[in-house]
């Protein structure tokens, strides 16, 4: 990759950059906005230098850009926004800064308290907390598809996808003091992230010692607070989740394509296949595009098996359900296609699994595909994205154009032949098995 004259060189210094005054201009974008490279750096006082030499820089979610992913990044020129969450909504008009929001309206952003029980481990925090309360809590802000943030006792307010060591300290047991300065750090976090709170509904889930800190001084930034779980015992929390499930309306192929592309590239909306398989079928009935995520750990055994290096984060993407060539229905859908094809143990009946299991044969010097084993690694490695989408005729054109806005490395159909590409076709000639005549081409 070239850099530009005005970019940095080796041994130049660049001051810290200041993502604060393209997220307040972000925070009124709805769908997506184009920046110069000139504007990026007067805005933020300067990029720093990996964002000249490192593509990754601009992959997946980071807090310069919370609640956007980036698209048509040209080094030196420009870089596309997307909108991965809701747009922002206009200030509704209240009797008082005081005055309880409507209930039955879902937030502009969703805070959730976090939980005693954690992984032993690091983790991102939306993995790190393992209660049931928190998990619902969790789902339940993932499927209203705005920004939501974490409430730690330790930490402050914290962005899901952000590395937490497990930590033994409950807020209701620290001094008063601790918490009047815990909440305020809160609300300055808060507007940090997102600019401004002026008309913005903040849907708070916690405990009394997490809502109370934060509660006046939200206000007095012009937020409207909804606590919809103040006052429940445990066992009615966990009932309001089931009585407010989010059933999310599909979007059409027609609909804007950088709406779908940010939607597949939101990192932090990602799951587990366990998660994905614990969800039912419910949820993914319908067509729609769908895109794997691999963990740093997993990039490396690829980059082994293709001798070739592939980079944490998006290795596929592709679709389910697309109306045939022919004009033909098809009867697949998202969970049709991930559970039974990929996630299924039969590499005959997906590219995709033959594809990944192709290079970790070769990753570990074996002479044919480990179908267990591979099913193991896929469950450990990689997370998903599924987005349903309505119109199954236009599907197939919108893959096309989602493909080659996105370029993952492990598709062979409607992208540009490279190395890599050469490396894994070979490799799938090698591992794949020689198919009787009238079987089964396989699946995406």
């Not at 805005?43 to 000249?52: D, E, F, N, Q, R």
């Not at 997906?350 to 990753?363: E, H, N, P």
Request: with cysteine; glycine share 10%; proline share 7%.
């Amino acid at each position: 990759m070239s850099l530009n004259a005005d970019s940095p060189t080796v041994g130049q210094t660049r001051r810290v950059a200041d993502w604060t005054p393209l997220r307040t201009i972000l925070a009124q974008v709805e769908h997506s906005a184009t920046f110069t490279w000139a504007e990026l750096e007067a805005l933020v006082h300067g990029l720093p230098h990996s964002a000249y030499a490192h593509s990754a820089f601009w992959k997946g979610a980071r807090t310069g850009w919370r609640g956007f992913s980036t698209t048509d990044v040209r080094v030196g020129e420009s870089v596309t926004f997307v909108r991965t969450g809701a747009p922002p909504r206009k200030p509704a008009p209240r009797s008082s800064p005081s005055a309880q929001a409507d209930r039955s309206s879902p937030g502009d952003v969703v805070l959730i308290g976090c939980a005693k029980r954690k992984l032993p481990t690091a983790a991102p925090a939306k993995d790190l907390y393992v209660s049931a309360l928190f998990r619902k809590g969790r789902a339940y802000a993932e499927r209203l598809g705005v920004p939501w943030f974490i409430l730690s006792a330790e930490h402050g307010l914290v962005a899901p996808d952000e590395e937490l060591e497990p930590y033994d300290l409950r807020l209701s047991d620290t001094p008063r003091e601790y918490r009047r300065k815990w909440g305020a750090d809160v609300v300055e976090s808060l507007l940090a992230a997102l600019g401004s709170l002026d008309g913005i509904t903040v849907e708070v889930h916690a405990g009394a010692a997490y809502a109370d800190p934060i509660r006046d001084g939200l206000r007095a930034a012009r937020a409207q607070v909804v606590e919809p779980l103040r006052g429940l015992p445990i066992g009615s929390r966990l009932a309001w989740y089931g009585d407010h499930s989010i059933e999310p309306t599909p979007p059409s192929a027609d609909a804007n394509i950088g709406e779908l592309i940010g939607g597949l590239l939101a990192a932090d909306r990602s799951i587990s296949p366990t998660e994905f398989l614990e969800s039912g079928a419910a949820s993914y009935r319908s067509p729609g595009l769908y895109s794997w995520w691999v963990d740093v750990s997993g990039a490396a055994d690829l980059s082994a098996g293709l001798r070739a290096e592939v980079e944490p984060g998006l290795i596929y993407a592709g679709l389910a359900g697309a109306t045939r060539s022919g004009g033909g229905k098809s009867k697949n859908t998202l969970w049709g296609r991930i559970k039974t094809m990929h996630l299924g143990g039969r590499h005959e009946f997906s590219t995709f699994r033959l594809s990944l299991g192709s290079v970790i044969a070769a990753s570990r010097g074996e002479r044919e595909i480990d179908e267990p084993a591979l099913t193991t690694w896929m469950h450990e490695h990689l997370r998903l994205i599924a987005v349903p989408v309505a119109d199954a005729d236009s599907l197939g054109r919108v893959e096309t154009e989602v493909l080659r806005h996105l370029d993952p490395p492990l598709n062979l159909d409607k992208v540009e032949r490279n190395p890599l590409r050469v490396q894994l076709s070979a490799l799938r000639r090698t591992y794949g098995r020689k198919r009787r005549s009238g079987s089964a081409t396989p699946a995406g």
